[in-house]
C-alpha cells in the first residue's frame, strides 16, 4: 500500500511557475513508476508526466513538453513536477500516482494508487 500526498498548488499568473511535490508514504516507494496527472473542470483526466522508478525514463504529453519537468528523490519518497510558462489552460486539479508502469494509452494510466490532488489556478 502507499499513500501519496501531493502539495505546491495554489493561484499563479499566466507565464510564472510553481513546483509540486508528491510525498509518498511506505519502503518500496523506489520499485514504483510515478505519475501526474490533471483533470480540468468539466474535462476527464488526462495525463502529464511519467517517471520510471529509476528516474531514467520520463515522458510528457506534448501540451507540457519544453515548460514542465518531473523528477523524482527516492531517498526522500517525493516525485516533483516543475511547471514554467504557466497558462490558463493548465488550470486544473493536479494528482500523482504511482504504479508499475507508466502506461498513457491505458484508461488507469498503469497506476495503481492515486494522491488526492492539489489545485492550480493560472490566470491571465
Known amino acids: 500500500q502507499v499513500q501519496l500526498v501531493e502539495s505546491g498548488g495554489g493561484l499563479v499568473q499566466a507565464g510564472g511557475s510553481l513546483r509540486l511535490s508528491c510525498a509518498a508514504s511506505?519502503?518500496?516507494?523506489?520499485?514504483?513508476?510515478m505519475g501526474w496527472f490533471r483533470q480540468a473542470p468539466g474535462k476527464e483526466r488526462e495525463i502529464v508526466a511519467g517517471?520510471?522508478?529509476?528516474?531514467?525514463?520520463?515522458y510528457y504529453a506534448d501540451s507540457v513538453k519544453g515548460r514542465f519537468t518531473i523528477s523524482r528523490d527516492n531517498a526522500k519518497n517525493t516525485v516533483y513536477l516543475q511547471m514554467n510558462s504557466l497558462k490558463p489552460e493548465d488550470t486544473a486539479v493536479y494528482y500523482c500516482?504511482?504504479?508499475?508502469?507508466?502506461?498513457?494509452?491505458?484508461?488507469?494510466?498503469?497506476?495503481?494508487?492515486w494522491g488526492k490532488g492539489t489545485l492550480v489556478t493560472v490566470s491571465s
Open positions: 500516482a504511482a504504479g508499475g508502469l507508466v502506461a498513457p494509452k491505458r484508461s488507469d494510466y498503469g497506476m495503481d494508487y
Open positions: 511506505g519502503r518500496t516507494f523506489s520499485s514504483y513508476a
Open positions: 517517471i520510471s522508478w529509476s528516474g531514467s525514463n520520463t
